[in-house]
């Protein structure tokens, strides 16, 4: 069975540029996590979809961020304009069940630098 | 809201040395508990959760962790430690019953070097 895939692994952008980041979660897996670490930071939520639907949104920093998911499988963050602050790892992570219980399965992440 | 504090960012050991990770929460209702490791270039992997029960959880890679409530931690150890072994640990929390999800909420991690 693959793993959570994450694709680009790494992106280099400049300020102002745009970026999207893609996560393709374990199949049949409904829950699908997007967190983020900032250099010398923890790991920070960003947000939680349950199939298609935003479950919970409460860790994205600003409107620059829109993360969508399409029929309910893989799910795409993008940064539009990038700011010299969105650098860090861009983790995503799924699980096939709700509640606290169920262990969430992570990708390798995509590390963005803004230039 | 909960948060989550490793008290140690860098921890050296000699391969067999016994490790220990420290690990403190705090939260306002009652969570689950995670130990997850980061090999170099990988993603995250659960090392081992305390949902309920028992106290003492026993892991994957002879890793262990003991829930202490009255001190809000969840310390991991190993008593001998191999070269593999060496990785960024993290401790996390998510929110207990909590229907709608489960974010989790990480400490800063703790980097291990083993040590030949």
């Known amino acids: 069975e693959a793993g959570v895939t994450q694709f680009p692994s790494h992106s280099v952008i400049e300020k102002g540029q745009t970026v999207t980041l893609r996560c393709d979660p374990i199949?049949?897996?409904?829950?699908l996590y997007w967190y983020r670490r900032v250099m010398g930071k923890e790991i920070k939520f960003l947000l939680h979809?349950?199939?298609?639907?935003?479950?919970?949104e409460s860790g994205m920093p600003n409107n620059r961020f829109l993360a969508e998911r399409t029929g309910g499988t893989y799910s795409t963050l993008k940064v539009q304009p990038a700011e010299l602050e969105d650098s860090g790892v861009y983790f995503c992570?799924?699980?096939?069940?709700?509640?606290?219980?169920?262990?969430?399965?992570f990708g390798p992440g995509t590390r963005l630098t803004v230039t | 809201a909960q948060s989550v504090t490793q008290l140690d960012s860098q921890v050296p050991v000699f391969e067999e040395a016994p490790v220990e990770l420290r690990c403190n929460y705090s939260?306002?209702?009652?969570?689950?508990l995670f130990w997850y490791v980061q090999y170099p270039n990988q993603g995250l992997q659960l090392l081992l959760k305390?949902?309920?029960?028992?106290?003492l959880v026993k892991g994957i890679n002879g890793f262990e962790a003991e829930f202490n409530k009255s001190q809000t931690s969840f310390h991991l150890r190993k008593p001998s430690v191999h070269i593999s072994d060496t990785a960024e640990y993290f401790c996390a929390v998510s929110e207990w019953l909590k229907a709608a999800g489960n974010k989790l909420t990480f400490g800063g991690g703790t980097r291990v070097l083993v040590k030949p």
């Open positions: 305390y949902l309920s029960g028992s106290t």
């Open positions: 939260s306002s209702v009652s969570v689950y």
């Open positions: 199949s049949g897996h409904d829950n």
């Open positions: 979809f349950v199939k298609e639907s935003k479950q919970d």
């Open positions: 992570a799924s699980s096939p069940q709700r509640g606290g219980t169920s262990e969430q399965y």
